[in-house]
């Protein structure tokens, strides 16, 4: 069974540029979490969606970021602009149901904004 | 209240020892307290996890200690192994509404375990 892939798995981008990552949960998963990870510091939700609907968008800075999962199965999330703050691992993660609570996560996309 | 503090931020043990890594928390409504698990490059993955029901949980070499009136909860790796060597995560959430809540994840811990 495939994992959690995201991608890209790295990039480099100036500040003030849009960036996008992508996410594809493992198959059947209705759950889907988006983290922040800053170096030597644990994840950090910034969204959860069961199925379509963003149930918990809490802790996302909606000024420059936003967040979509189409059809209930991939996800992207986009920041506009970038700025140097935001240079982290974004780690997605699935999981069958909100209740079992396992989480599976993706390798992450490290960003650097310059 | 919705903090878990973990420690040591890192950890340096002998290969066969044991290493021991504590968290603590403050809200009595958590009910579920995992273990994760991370190499360079590669996202969390669960290790293993603990309801307050129990007062410890064991899987192969790795033991959850759960001390509820303490409201502290610590990962033991016993015969620990240079494979070992990894960053790992305490969390813990609240079950509500028919759901698991979000997992509040600690800071991390650093083991290096030395040959």
């Known amino acids: 069974e495939a994992g959690v892939v995201q991608s890209p798995r790295y990039k480099i981008i100036e500040k003030k540029q849009p960036v996008a990552f992508w996410c594809n949960p493992i198959?059947?998963?209705?759950?889907l979490y988006w983290y922040l990870q800053n170096l030597g510091q644990g994840p950090e939700l910034l969204i959860r969606?069961?199925?379509?609907?963003?149930?918990?968008d809490s802790q996302l800075p909606k000024d420059r970021f936003s967040a979509e999962r189409l059809k209930g199965v991939d996800s992207t999330l986009k920041i506009q602009p970038a700025e140097l703050g935001d240079s982290a691992v974004y780690l997605c993660?699935?999981?069958?149901?909100?209740?079992?609570?396992?989480?599976?996560f993706g390798p992450g996309t490290r960003l650097t904004v310059l | 209240q919705q903090q878990v503090k973990q420690s040591p931020q890192s950890l340096i043990v002998q290969k066969g020892g044991i290493s021991i890594i504590n968290c603590a928390y403050e809200?009595?409504?958590?009910?579920?307290f995992p273990w994760y698990q991370q190499f360079p490059g590669k996202g969390p993955a669960l290790l293993i996890a603990?309801?307050?029901?129990?007062s410890e949980k064991k899987e192969g070499r790795f033991t959850i200690s759960f001390n509820k009136s303490a409201k502290q909860f610590s990962l033991h790796i016993m015969d620990s192994q240079p494979g070992d060597s990894a960053t790992y995560f305490c969390?813990?959430?609240?079950?509500?509404?028919?759901?698991?809540?979000?997992?509040?994840f600690g800071k991390g811990t650093k083991l290096s375990v030395k040959p």
């Open positions: 809200n009595t409504a958590f009910d579920y």
């Open positions: 198959s059947g998963h209705n759950t």
């Open positions: 969390a813990a959430s609240v079950y509500y509404g028919g759901s698991q809540g979000n997992l509040i």
């Open positions: 993660a699935s999981s069958l149901w909100a209740r079992d609570n396992e989480q599976f």
């Open positions: 603990i309801r307050p029901d129990v």
């Open positions: 969606y069961e199925n379509e609907e963003a149930v918990d």
